[in-house]
């Protein structure tokens, strides 16, 4: 990917997410969010992260997705300094698992720490984001956090994460076409006649689900909690079903079958055996961003009574698909719920380590409310408000609205670049300073054409017109003391 003059900023972007090819969080919110909205809007941008082969790409991403992919990767170790050096650099991830250049002429001429936490701001991460000249953060909730960790406001600036509001549309028909499956689970993946139809049309139950990896953090145990309390009797047990896409993470101790944990649950919360409570089934395999997407079209509202949030991409997705959804009003996702796009749960306490919790009584009383207005007449309050859920996220939050918050700061940054970095080559150095106020030793103006030739420019091109001026520019200075 070369330079253009129309390029919005005259630099490279080098975009680093250090993880593999698949669907985790970090690489849904940059090689299928911050990278295709810059992309489309004629930034040169490289993808630096895990290498993503042929039948992965053209069997898991829409076109338009794999064709951006393969515009923008580069193999991080066939980058040369020379090319790192001149561009603007942005570390993706984890505060510390960021690069370090061990001199400032090998170091890219900025660098960017585009990172987050759930809770509060180790010391030790704080630590490394002191190799990054400024930090974006996803919320304002993560400035207040970052500051009170010793980070200098000054440095913090808020770029919020995109979601594909497009793919993630009630009605969209992905280009990828994927099997039926006729498992347990295969209500959710046989194709309707309308995909975006939702909520399922009755006798259907009613389905909340919820989506993350199974760790305290998210909450799972409330959520088996209230909804097992809250709906008891045999009718409404026939009448709803909570649906878990879920899986332990390597790092987590107990069993690795998750059914388990909620059968385990099941006798120390409600005193009964699982199967004699409101169903709950999990959904522990593996799912494309396609069957994700039906996932969240067969359902009636997402919910996820989490205790601390980076930003919260389900529920945001969810949102888009134009969801109800219940949330902990905390951490990430305070960025986009309001008490009209969702059903907020107001934080009960907080807890050590910068985390916070709602209570099960809130919980319970959201998933009714949830519940009910779906349910009462025509479900004409479920629908609105998750019409507002997914106005919001088209709004604020798509790629291309996310893409012009990245633009502006880029180009902020930009009003900074050196004159030998910029898109018109390398400037010679200008004269000593004198004492008055313009030097007067301007060189001719043939002598500078000259000295645009050797660095091969042609003279006629109006960026390298706008060059020489900047270079002239140079030769002004204000008086020295």
Known sequence: MSLSTSSPVQFEVEWRVPVGCGFSGFFTEVALGFVPGLHDKGVAVRLLTGKCDDVWLDGQLEARDAATYRATWADENARSAQQTHGALVIEHGEPCSM????????????????????????????????????????TAWHVDTFVAAGIARSLL????????????????????????????????????????DTPAPSPSPFVFLSSFKWEWRKGWDLLLEAYWCEFTSARERSAVKLVIKSYLPSWEPGPRDLNEWVSRHALQVARAPRDKLAPVELLQEDVSRVALRRLYARSNCFV??????????????????????????????????????????????ELAGGFAETTVAMLRQAMRRAYDEATSGDGAAAKER????????????????????????LKVLGATLAPSRSLYGELPPPPPRRSSAVSSAVPPADELRRKRRLHGHAWGSSHTRKGLRRYEALYVYPVVA
């Open 99 to 138: 690069r370090r250049w061990q001199s400032s002429s090998a170091r890219p001429w900025r660098v960017v720490a585009r990172t987050m936490t759930e809770s509060s701001l180790k010391a030790e991460q704080a630590a490394c984001l002191r190799h990054a000249d400024e930090i974006w953060v996803p």
């Open 157 to 196: 600036h808020v770029v919020p994460e995109p979601v594909d509001v497009d793919f993630f549309h009630p009605n969209y028909i992905p280009s990828v076409v994927e099997e039926p499956s006729d498992g347990p689970l295969g209500w959710w993946k046989r194709p309707s006649a309308k995909v975006g």
């Open 304 to 349: 996820l009574p989490t205790r601390g949030e980076g930003w919260g991409l389900p529920i945001a997705e969810a949102m888009a698909m134009g969801l109800p959804v219940i949330a902990t009003n905390f951490s990430g996702p305070t960025a986009f719920l309001t008490a009209h796009n969702s059903h907020q749960l107001p934080v009960a306490r």
């Open 386 to 409: 998750g019409a507002r859920a997914r106005a919001t996220m088209v709004e604020h939050f798509s790629r291309g609205a996310v893409a012009d918050v990245v633009l502006r700061r």
